[in-house]
């Protein structure tokens, strides 16, 4: 039996794309096709919303005011409830077990491929969106498609990127953010002798910590799984990613191997660091701030996409957010209008600006929102969904991908090498048997 | 009895019953499992995290388990005697019990903190110390942090249970081994311990349960890091069943906890209440 998969289905719409340009399928994608309030919401119809937690005051309050003006333009009564991030997964995963449960839950990475026949087919919105909007990033695809059907709509990603101190980094004999990662160590060389060193989340942080540690493998051309998923992480090139990783660890701040989340944003806005690796929210924080010093701060805040390395190519991994409406809701057209709505240009730049990009977005007409140019500062976040790779690359991504991230195999792997627990060799080979078992050799 | 029966059935066996057979399976969040057997046991028998969580967890529990009782013991019979605002220190004893285990976790979080320490602030203006502590970036250093949080959460149960058992031990007692000139210790060997033995089985019972099932303290303050070294059975069940979703293996890792409790609850029903001896007599 053959089967379509989300690979066939990226080479099926790339041909419907090209067709488009040349004009034999363009009717069929022009954005007046799908004139808005394609989705009737039904008579008395009610939503629930589940989210994660904002991370930046502004998301929330303009997410909810957004929310608000379409309750009142289509009579649809919209609960919206945040949990912390971590917390939306499990949550996420018991409604589609027990199939009860808000209608539209907003997630993180790879949960449509856990459960995609739980999920209400939303290609007529995203096909709408994508048409109007010039299209999804191809990531977008990857993380919400599902045998050729969108079984989510990408919200964005929490973008991230390298936050340093201008003032520390220019101390340390470097004008500009290095580009490699030769460059990277002599800069962190030069933060740790100046007094102000680097510090990378190195416990169980499944934010940060699993955002530079994929980076930093991924960057030396190591990953965990090929593309026909067989587990490949005991490789020269992750060993030699383990090796720089110890290098790079000499450098930082005591105390990363116990970081988790929250650690690196305390540690910078304190004074502590010279860079770490983030989101947009320690800008935010430093800019918002009602403290003066901390507040004066954000000028000497700069931020840089991370180092390229020996793969040749950006290798960042982002927090991504799929928006899933789920089978058993009983209003799938409001939701289906609440979920293209909040995507439309009107709502969704003013809400990016609210958080001052802390969001990037997945359609690409967004690129041209003037909240990344307007402070310089913003713009390497801008193409974070442009430059990332999907988790479970080069893989598929699914239960297999999910489990090996929550069971923080790359991370550990990455502290065990660093901290001269395990050799880069025993690390790697570690990590090969913990994933095998995921990827059921 | 219907009633009773009831609630027992629905809230503690069939829950029992499920998380068991859930560990027979490769049940995923959202998706139902096959029987698989003892595949989920059979792994994690080999898995080198899973073998670490169960040291971590048994030497949690033992360390933790016995400075709780020997500290508690202390404080109960601190607090039995006659001392000047005694109400007073009985209530402020119960007062890290009181505090919700999520609360006291952030606090020691904070304590332990590579870089916002208090106690590393403290020694550092001392002169004690010339570098903050990496209280929980060490391996044996953060087990031995979390089991100081658990130590200071858990001896006001211990040292309030125990103190109530004193109370029940008739001052006539004392007087009589007293008048025989018994020493203080003798006094304790032969009057309080015996009398004591009870309580203590049910406290300790009860307090190496909640030890060996912590959970809320090492999810807040480290998360089973570093390198997995605080990671308890408890812990690492809800990161492979909840957030990893592998239902089948986090309650096969769950169920694995079972043994280990039971046998808690042998050694404290026959270890300890031995009744002939409790009574002045010999065990056989």
């Known amino acids: ?441 | 009895m219907l009633p009773a029966g009831l609630l027992l059935l629905v809230f503690l066996t069939y829950p029992l019953g499920l998380g068991t057979w859930l560990g027979f399976t490769d049940t995923k969040i959202g998706r139902a499992g096959v029987w698989v057997g003892l595949d989920n046991y059979r792994f994690l028998w080999g898995d080198e995290v899973t073998r670490l969580a169960l040291f971590n967890t048994l030497f949690y529990t033992f360390v933790a388990s016995v400075i709780k009782f020997a500290l508690g013991l202390w404080l109960a019979m601190l607090l039995n005697r006659n001392l000047p605002f005694k109400s007073f220190f009985r209530a402020v004893v119960l007062l890290p019990f009181i505090v919700p285990t999520a609360l006291s976790a952030l606090a020691f979080w904070w304590i332990y903190d590579a870089q916002f320490s208090i106690v590393s602030w403290s020694l550092m203006k001392m002169g004690l110390i010339d570098r903050y502590i990496d209280f929980l970036g060490e391996p044996w250093l953060a087990r031995f942090s979390v089991i100081a949080a658990n130590i200071w959460r858990g001896i006001p149960f211990v040292a309030i249970c125990l103190l109530a058992g004193l109370q029940t031990i008739s001052p006539s007692l004392y007087e009589a081994a007293a008048l025989d000139g018994a020493t203080p210790w003798q006094r304790f060997r032969f009057v309080t311990l015996p009398l004591l033995t009870p309580i203590i089985a049910v406290v300790m019972t009860f307090s190496v349960l909640f030890t060996f099932t912590d959970f809320q303290l090492i999810y807040v303050i480290t998360r089973g890091g570093p390198l997995n070294s605080t990671h308890l059975m408890a812990t690492l069940s809800f990161q492979r069943a909840i957030s990893g979703g592998s239902l089948g293996e986090g309650a096969a890792i769950a169920t694995a906890m079972v043994p280990f409790l039971l046998a808690a609850i042998l050694f404290s029903y026959f270890g300890l209440q031995r009744r002939a001896w409790q009574q002045g007599g010999n065990d056989k």
């Open chain 1, 1 to 441: 039996m053959s089967k379509f998969s989300r690979r066939d289905f990226l080479r099926t719409t790339a041909g419907a794309a090209a067709a488009g340009t040349v004009g034999v399928g363009g009717a069929l994608w022009t954005p007046e096709a799908y004139a808005q309030g394609k989705w009737v919401p039904e008579k008395g119809a009610k939503l629930r919303v589940l989210r994660w937690k904002r991370f930046v005051q502004g998301d929330e309050d303009m997410w909810l005011a957004n929310t608000k003006k379409f309750a009142e333009k289509y009579k649809v009564d919209v609960r919206v409830d945040s949990e912390g991030w971590e917390d939306v997964r499990p949550k996420a995963a018991v409604a589609a077990n027990v199939g009860s449960g808000p209608d539209i839950i907003i997630s993180t990475f790879e949960d449509a491929h856990q459960y995609p026949d739980k999920l209400t087919d939303v290609t007529d919105v995203c096909n709408y969106l994508g048409g109007k909007y010039g299209g999804w990033y191809d990531v977008c695809k990857e993380y919400c498609t599902e045998k050729g059907k969108w079984v989510a709509v990408p919200m964005g990603c929490a973008g991230n990127a390298m936050v340093y101190r201008e003032s520390a980094m220019k101390a340390a004999g470097f004008e500009t953010f290095p580009k490699d990662l030769p460059g990277l160590l002599k800069l962190c060389e030069g933060l740790k002798a100046k007094g102000m060193p680097a510090g990378f989340a190195l416990g169980n942080a499944t934010g940060d910590g699993n955002v530079w540690t994929h980076w930093l493998v991924w960057a030396h051309g190591g990953r965990m799984v090929d593309a026909k998923n067989n587990v490949v992480i005991n490789s020269p090139e992750t060993i030699a990613a383990l090796e720089y990783a110890k290098q790079l660890y000499a450098t930082f701040v005591p105390g990363t191997l116990s970081w988790l989340d929250p650690n690196n944003n305390k540690a910078f806005l304190d004074g502590q660091i010279g860079l770490t690796c983030n989101g947009i929210s320690v800008y935010y924080a430093a800019k918002t701030s009602s403290d003066a010093k901390v507040k004066a701060m954000a000028a000497d805040i700069g931020h840089a996409n991370m180092p390229v390395g020996p793969a040749g190519k950006p290798t960042e991994l982002n927090l991504f957010f799929p928006m899933m409406l789920f089978k058993y809701s009983k209003y799938p057209n409001a939701a289906k209008a609440y979920l293209a709505y909040m995507m439309e240009k009107e709502q969704y730049e003013p809400w990016q600006k609210a958080s001052i990009g802390y969001v990037t977005q997945p359609l690409k007409a967004y690129e041209k929102n003037p909240i990344w140019t307007e402070d310089p500062k913003h713009t390497p976040y801008r193409d974070a969904m442009k430059i990332m790779l999907p988790n479970g690359y080069a893989g598929d991504m699914g239960y297999a991908s999910a489990a090996t991230m929550a069971d923080f195999i790359m991370v550990n792997m990455v502290a065990e090498a660093a901290s001269g627990s395990k050799t880069p060799k025993e690390a790697a080979e570690r990590a090969q048997k913990r994933a095998e078992r995921y990827y059921k050799v």
